[in-house]
Structures are given as structure tokens and as C-alpha cells.
């Protein structure tokens, strides 16, 4: 499917339910890439324990979330990166043409968990703070399998935990949705788990 298809498609699940799953986003090879990247800059000690809350009161908490994470930054995207945000601002301006977002830019992060790392129950927006209005995880794994764990446990009704979608992170695999909507964790998984996680913003 044309990529501008599967934007269609995502345009289309956000209007009638707040989230859509887009299985398959980009090619296997770019994916692939930005795996390779993530790894590198882990190898390379690039990668930083993530922290929870805003920026007014962060907070490392191996209890709540135990990933590790690496911001890109156009000025230092390399040439995979930069296909992966050029096709991000493709949504992005379709987002604002569809939903009259005001969407201005979007904050992405690598995000690596270990073996057994988990991130509980959260929302994107913080309370303080109600930039965010969409996310998005583009998932970078090779070859994952149910039995590896690690879904993103997604909860459709709030913080009512008995309506939830588990999804596989599985690699091309693409999740948007209302960032003040739906509550949402990961579960710890049996082998390495790399994403791209990340959030469209309104201007502060």
C-alpha cells in the first residue's frame, strides 16, 4: 500500500475512533536502518535512562519505566533519519488539514528496553502541560513473536482496565492516537525491545 494510502488510513481510525494501527508503514530495509541506529548510539553510550514527568519535575524511576532513550534532532538526523521525519510531516500537515490541530512540530525519540523492562500505566499529555496532541510509535523490531512479550497494552475506556488492546511491537508496525485519550503501558518482554516513540506538538 502507497504510503499516502496508509496516511489516509490513519486520517480515517483517528476521525471514528481516536487510534489507528497501521501494520507494515515502511519498508523493511528503512526499518532496518533505524534499528541499526538505535543500536549504535546504545553501543556508543548515546542512549539515556528516560525520566517521567514534564520538564518542570522529571524523575528516573526503574519502577515506572525502564527504557532507555535518544532524541533526534534534525539538525543531526542522519539520511534514514531524515526520510523517517519527512514522512512524519507528511502526516503531520494531514493532521492539521483534517482536524485543525495547529500541529507545529514533532519530538521523537529512539527508546530501547532491556530484557524485563516495562513502562506502567500513563498518558501522553502531561497535566501541566497539553502540547502534545498526537503520538505516534513506530516499532523497530525484527522478526517479533507473541511469545517475546513486550505488547503495548492500550486501554479503550479510560483508566477502566477490563476494555484493552494488546498490540505486538512488531517491526513497521505504526501507532497513533490522541495523546489525552488513552492510557497505555508496555509489558515487559523476553528480549530487547527498540521503538520510535514520538509526539505531535501545538506551538507552547
Given at each position: 500500500?502507497?504510503?499516502?494510502?496508509?496516511?489516509?488510513?490513519?486520517?480515517?481510525?483517528?476521525?471514528?475512533?481516536?487510534?489507528?494501527?497501521?501494520?507494515d508503514?515502511?519498508?523493511p530495509?528503512?526499518?532496518?536502518?533505524?534499528?541499526?541506529?538505535?543500536r549504535?548510539?546504545?553501543?556508543?553510550?548515546?542512549?539515556?535512562?528516560?525520566?517521567?514527568?514534564?520538564?518542570?519535575?522529571?524523575?528516573?524511576d526503574?519502577?515506572?519505566?525502564?527504557?532507555?532513550?535518544?532524541w533526534?534532532e534534525?539538525?543531526?538526523?542522519?539520511?534514514?533519519?531524515?526520510?523517517?521525519?519527512?514522512?512524519?510531516?507528511?502526516?503531520?500537515e494531514?493532521?492539521?488539514?483534517?482536524?485543525y490541530?495547529?500541529?507545529?512540530?514533532?519530538e521523537?525519540?529512539?527508546?530501547?528496553?532491556?530484557?524485563g523492562?516495562?513502562y506502567r500505566?500513563?498518558?501522553?499529555?502531561?497535566?501541566?502541560?497539553?502540547?502534545?496532541?498526537?503520538?505516534?510509535i513506530?516499532?523497530?523490531?525484527?522478526?517479533?513473536?507473541?511469545?517475546?512479550?513486550?505488547q503495548?497494552?492500550?486501554?479503550?475506556?479510560?483508566?477502566?482496565?477490563?476494555t484493552?488492546?494488546d498490540?505486538?511491537?512488531?517491526g513497521?508496525?505504526?501507532?497513533?492516537?490522541?495523546?489525552d485519550?488513552?492510557?497505555h503501558?508496555?509489558?515487559?518482554?523476553?528480549?530487547?525491545?527498540?521503538?520510535?516513540?514520538?509526539?505531535?506538538?501545538t506551538r507552547?
Amino acid at each position: 500500500m502507497p504510503i499516502d494510502s496508509k496516511i489516509e488510513s490513519i486520517i480515517t481510525a483517528i476521525a471514528s475512533d481516536g487510534f489507528a494501527i497501521i501494520p507494515d508503514f515502511l519498508p523493511p530495509a528503512q526499518i532496518a536502518a533505524l534499528a541499526d541506529e538505535a543500536r549504535q548510539l546504545q553501543v556508543a553510550g548515546e542512549m539515556r535512562r528516560a525520566v517521567t514527568g514534564s520538564s518542570n519535575a522529571t524523575t528516573a524511576d526503574n519502577k515506572m519505566r525502564g527504557d532507555f532513550i535518544h532524541w533526534l534532532e534534525d539538525a543531526n538526523a542522519s539520511r534514514v533519519q531524515k526520510s523517517y521525519l519527512q514522512t512524519m510531516d507528511t502526516l503531520r500537515e494531514q493532521l492539521n488539514l483534517h482536524f485543525y490541530l495547529g500541529l507545529f512540530e514533532l519530538e521523537s525519540h529512539f527508546a530501547i528496553y532491556p530484557t524485563g523492562a516495562i513502562y506502567r500505566k500513563h498518558l501522553d499529555q502531561f497535566q501541566d502541560k497539553q502540547h502534545r496532541q498526537i503520538s505516534c510509535i513506530l516499532y523497530l523490531n525484527h522478526a517479533w513473536q507473541a511469545e517475546d512479550g513486550g505488547q503495548l497494552r492500550f486501554y479503550l475506556n479510560g483508566r477502566h482496565e477490563e476494555t484493552y488492546l494488546d498490540i505486538e511491537p512488531i517491526g513497521s508496525t505504526l501507532v497513533v492516537f490522541l495523546s489525552d485519550q488513552f492510557w497505555h503501558e508496555v509489558l515487559p518482554a523476553k528480549r530487547q525491545r527498540i521503538s520510535l516513540t514520538g509526539w505531535f506538538r501545538t506551538r507552547e
